[in-house]
């Protein structure tokens, strides 16, 4: 049983046979098989990935000329320019993540293949992360630099992205999957988004905030890895029940 791009999944159910515990496809093997497969179809629309890093670049550049182009207060506003950055681009890319399957059928077939609904949700938001965010992640210290932030705030910037962008992830992948085949699903999806990521955009940014003014930065980041972790604990949960309430 594959979950490869391009396959068609059947469960032995769907077959007319009952599905055993030895017929359902390991937990580990689905999130891989269903993360390879999201990563082919990311890299066959390169377009809509480079919308992100441009959206991202756009939004960081634009700040400077609507705010003031002083060096000392964009240094100083930084961490929040790219944090906001980060999060509106981000929110570019989370109705694809499970509106096109859910569009030609294939999450349905998801949904009803002999595997863990849990772990094919995981696979799919790994690869959600891994084709948008963590680029994001990798641009954001040259937004910083650009912006005039110093070496050890930039190193505090990069943590807090790489902790708080799994938590927008899934957040962002039980709110597009409570939003599937709504009208206006996009705006919607924003809605319900935004005001859920506010405390981890507070965690982020006051990271690097902190260290530019001569703090620690450990508490942010504690707080924002305790969020990493709850949220890849529950996500998957959350999220899966979200897709089965969808076809319902």
Not at 157 to 186: D, F, K, N, Y
Not at 219 to 240: E, R
């Amino acid at each position: 049983m594959s979950l490869s791009t391009g396959s068609t999944l059947r469960s032995p159910a769907a077959a007319g046979a009952p599905v055993t515990a030895a017929a359902r496809l390991p937990a580990l093997l689905a999130l891989r098989q269903t993360c390879a497969r999201d990563l082919a179809l990311a890299l066959r629309s390169r377009a809509e990935v480079a919308l992100v890093l441009v959206f991202f670049a756009l939004v960081v550049t634009l700040f400077p000329l609507g705010v003031s182009p002083e060096p000392v207060l964009l240094a100083r506003i930084a961490p929040g320019i790219a944090w906001v950055a980060a999060l509106l681009s981000s929110l570019l890319a989370l109705p694809r993540l499970f509106a096109l399957d859910h569009a030609d059928g294939s999450l349905e077939q998801l949904v009803l293949a002999p595997a863990s609904l849990p772990a094919i949700v995981a696979g799919k938001v790994l690869a959600h992360w891994l084709a948008t965010s963590l680029p994001l992640v990798l641009l954001a210290p040259l937004a910083g630099a650009a912006l005039g932030m110093p070496a050890d705030a930039l190193a505090a910037l990069t943590a807090g992205l790489v902790l708080g962008t799994p938590a927008l992830a899934w957040i962002g992948a039980v709110c597009a999957a409570l939003t599937l085949g709504s009208r206006g699903g996009g705006a919607l999806l924003a809605l319900l988004v935004l005001p859920l990521a506010v405390p981890i955009l507070i965690f982020g940014a006051g990271a690097a905030e902190s260290v530019t003014m001569g703090l620690g930065a450990q508490a942010h980041l504690s707080l924002l890895a305790a969020g990493c972790l709850a949220s890849s604990v529950l996500g998957p949960f959350a999220t899966a029940l979200a897709v089965r309430i969808a076809y319902e």
